[in-house]
Nanobody, 121 residues
Framework: QVQLVESGGGLVQPGGSLRLSCAAS????????MGWYRQAPGQQRELVAT???????NYADSVKGRFTISRDYAKNTVALQMSSLKPEDTAVYYC???????????????WGQGTQVTVSS
């Protein structure tokens, strides 16, 4: 099995910063794309940022210039540095990864359990 465990959520004032981390563990041969998604109450889950195995990044327009995604390939971790946070960034943030479990297997998609980020004064 594969587990994704997020950490780093919490309450922050508008304009503040938070860093989310996600660690993948279990039966892992390699990981392709890793990313962060978020879901606000009453809203659909949306992409925040992704980073490919080759290091290419993609961001939602709403977070460009404020959030930075990074990855530690040796440790199978992905981080999201969030700055200049706004109340509209409030959501549950989910880690996502395309994991290859064995040499000849196809990638399967996994989700973490989510971590709450609340931006409020």
């Amino acid at each position: 099995q594969v587990q994704l465990v997020e950490s780093g959520g919490g309450l922050v004032q508008p304009g503040g910063s938070l860093r989310l981390s996600c660690a993948a563990s279990g039966s892992i041969f390699s990981i392709n794309t890793m990313g962060w998604y978020r879901q606000a109450p009453g809203q659909q889950r949306e992409l925040v940022a992704t980073i490919t195995r080759g290091g290419s990044t993609n961001y939602a327009d709403s977070v460009k210039g404020r959030f930075t995604i990074s990855r530690d390939y040796a440790k199978n971790t992905v981080a999201l540095q969030m700055s200049s946070l706004k109340p509209e960034d409030t959501a549950v943030y989910y880690c996502n990864a395309d994991v290859v479990r064995t040499l000849y297997a196809s990638a399967r998609n996994y989700w973490g359990q989510g971590t709450q980020v609340t931006v409020s004064s």
